[in-house]
């Protein structure tokens, strides 16, 4: 997760829905779909099961997200589903709010 966001800063704009993850790492820029790309890409490449998150964050209190989020989730053995956030370079918590969870 960190190898992913520090290979692709976040550029609002840098990419759109039909980039590739590709197309992400060799522009070195995207935003957190395209973070989320190359971190599935990565991790189905070690051979570890991972799928693609989409939902929000909570900014907290009266606050009201105004963006949808993409994150990944890789099985890690004994724990199961674990998420990661390779835009925001963190782990998710409770403030995430999950919609959809696909392959990609």
Do not use: K
């Not at 051979?47 to 105004?66: E, F």
């Not at 994150?71 to 925001?88: H, R, S």
């Amino acid at each position: 997760m960190n190898e992913v966001r520090r290979r692709v800063g976040y550029v609002i704009g840098a990419t759109s829905v039909t980039t590739t993850a590709d197309e992400a790492v060799i522009r070195g820029a995207g935003v957190c779909q395209d973070h989320t790309h190359v971190f599935l890409a990565a991790a189905r490449s070690l051979g570890v099961p991972a799928r693609y998150v989409s939902g929000y964050l909570w900014p907290g209190h009266h606050d009201v997200a105004t963006a949808s989020l993409a994150w990944a989730e890789a099985w890690v053995t004994g724990l199961g589903w674990v998420g990661f956030d390779p835009a925001n370079d963190v782990y998710p918590t409770e403030a995430y709010i999950r919609v959809s969870v696909g392959l990609d």
